[in-house]
Structures are given as C-alpha cells and as structure tokens.
C-alpha cells in the first residue's frame, strides 16, 4: 500500500494533474484508511477474521485496478484507488490486529513486534517505490502491489480458529 500511496501523486504530477487534484486524491486516501476503521472492526468481529480479510484482499486488488487506468486516467479515478487502497489497508490491518490481540491471549509484546514489522515494511516499500517505479512504471509498480495484495487472499485461508481469552468478541 506504502509504495503505492507515495508513488500515486508522483503518476498524477507527471499526468498533468493540479496541486488541488493531488492533494484531493491523498485527502481521500487517509479518509478510507483511518474514517472507516470502526466499520471495518464491526465488519471483523461480526462476520469474522478471514471474511473481513478476503473483502480487505479483495479491494485492495479492486484498487490497484482502478489506479491503473481500467476506469480511465484521470485524477478523479487516481483518487478513486486511493480511496479503495486506503480502505483495502483499513479492513485488513484491522482484522488482522483483532486476530493477532484475540490469539495472544493479551500479550502486548506480539501486537507490538508485528505493527514493528508493518512499520518496517512499510518503510521499506516506501524506499524501494521510486527505483520500481523508474524501472518498470507506474503500471509495473501496481502489478507487483497486485502480486502482494493477492498475498492477503492466500494468507486468510490460513487463518484458523482462536484460542481467546473470556470477554474478547473480535476474530471469529
């Protein structure tokens, strides 16, 4: 998600796009990653982890189409998969956190070490999106972003049964 967020605004300066369009498209983005998070918790604790991360798998996958140009180039569709990025992200980190707190058994130290390893990523990504981007594009950036959101539908079949505490309702 990281690589694509940062390379998105780069793609629309390049296309033409305004100052005004870009910094829409960013304000949307940060609209569908943090505005929908309670949701995106009721949709994980109501119908439960692995459903909440196919849908989250899912959108991520819709938005990577959608930023690709398959509904036309244009500032108002970058902004548009953006959007869906943004919620994509919200739906899968929220799920897969109530996972992760429900199946630790309230060991923090394991929420901690695995939002470390996000962040990590995420920097990572955010480094590695400019030489991706320069050597195969823009379009190859989202196919690679396609390969790994495609990941999060592999690792929700994975995704078993919890062991959690009395009084926890998140991550059936």
Do not use: N
Not at 156 to 172: E, H
């Amino acid at each position: 998600m990281v690589a694509v967020m940062v390379m998105t605004p780069v793609q629309m300066h390049h296309e033409g796009g305004s100052h005004t369009a870009i910094g829409a498209a960013i304000s949307v983005h940060f609209l569908g990653m943090y505005a929908f998070a309670p949701l995106s918790g009721l949709l994980a604790d109501r119908v439960g982890v692995r459903p909440a991360l196919v849908a989250g798998g899912t959108i991520l996958l819709i938005s990577s189409a959608v930023a690709a140009g398959f509904a036309g180039s244009a500032a108002y569709t970058h902004g548009l998969g953006l959007f869906l990025l943004g919620l994509g992200w919200s739906v899968c980190t929220v799920a897969a956190s109530a996972h992760i707190a429900a199946s630790s058994a309230g060991d923090t130290r394991i929420q901690g070490a695995a939002d470390t390893a996000m962040t990590l990523v995420s920097a990572g990504a955010a480094l590695a999106a400019g030489p991706i981007m320069l050597v195969w594009g823009f379009v190859g950036l989202l196919v690679l972003a396609t390969v790994l959101s495609a990941g999060v539908l592999v690792a929700s079949t994975r995704v078993g049964p919890l062991r959690r505490p009395a009084g926890w309702a998140c991550g059936r």
